[in-house]
C-alpha cells in the first residue's frame, strides 16, 4: 500500500471535523446518484467580504471511502483559512481531479488532497471526490459569500469534460432547513 492509500484510508476509518456543531451559517445536503455518497455540510464564516475566514465546517458524511476522506480533508484544509483560499484550494482540488491524470495536484495547495490524484482516472469515482467540495461551495453560497468573483478564475484544466459534475450531484440545500 502506498502512501497516498493510505491517506485515504486514514481519513476515510478517522475523518476530521465530522460531526455536525454549532455556530453554522448555512448547511447543505448534497447525494451523489451514481453511487450514493451523501454529505451534510456545514459551514461557518467570519467576516465579511475579502477578509472572511472560514470559521468551522462540520459534517456529517456516508458514503465510499473516497468521498468521506476527501470531505475530511476539505475541512483540514480550509478551516481557519480565509475565502479566498479555501476557493482557490477548491479550484486546485477541481483542476487535479478532472484532469485526468495529467494535474498532480500542489501539496502546497491542497495538502493531502494530492492523494487523490489517482482518482482522476477514474470518472465515476471524481463525483465522489468531489461532493464534499461542491457541497463546500454550495454552503459558502448560501452563507451569504460571493464565489463568483474566485471562480471566475477556474484554471483552464478544471473546465474539462468533467465539469458536467456539479450537475450530476444534486441537492437540496434550503429544503432541509
Request: with cysteine; net charge negative.
Amino acid at each position: 500500500m502506498d502512501l497516498y492509500q493510505e491517506i485515504i484510508l486514514e481519513h476515510s476509518k478517522r475523518p476530521l471535523h465530522a460531526g455536525l456543531r454549532e455556530p453554522f451559517d448555512a448547511e447543505v445536503h448534497h447525494v451523489n446518484p451514481t453511487c450514493g455518497d451523501e454529505v451534510t455540510l456545514r459551514v461557518h464564516v467570519s467576516g465579511e467580504g475579502q477578509s472572511a475566514v472560514v470559521a468551522d465546517v462540520s459534517y456529517d458524511a456516508s458514503g465510499c471511502s473516497i468521498s468521506t476522506a476527501a470531505t475530511s480533508v476539505l475541512a483540514v484544509e480550509v478551516i481557519g483559512h480565509g475565502v479566498k483560499e479555501a476557493l482557490a484550494s477548491y479550484l486546485a482540488m477541481k483542476s487535479m481531479l478532472t484532469s485526468k491524470g495529467v494535474d498532480p495536484g500542489d501539496e502546497e495547495q491542497i495538502g493531502d488532497g494530492v492523494a487523490f490524484a489517482g482518482v482522476a482516472k477514474y470518472p465515476a469515482r471524481v463525483k465522489c471526490a468531489l461532493l464534499g467540495w461542491m457541497a463546500f461551495t454550495d454552503a459558502l453560497t448560501q452563507a451569504g459569500v460571493d464565489i463568483s468573483a474566485t471562480s471566475t478564475a477556474t484554471p483552464a484544466s478544471a473546465t474539462s469534460d468533467n465539469d458536467t459534475t456539479r450537475n450530476a450531484i444534486t441537492h437540496n440545500a434550503m429544503e432541509d432547513s
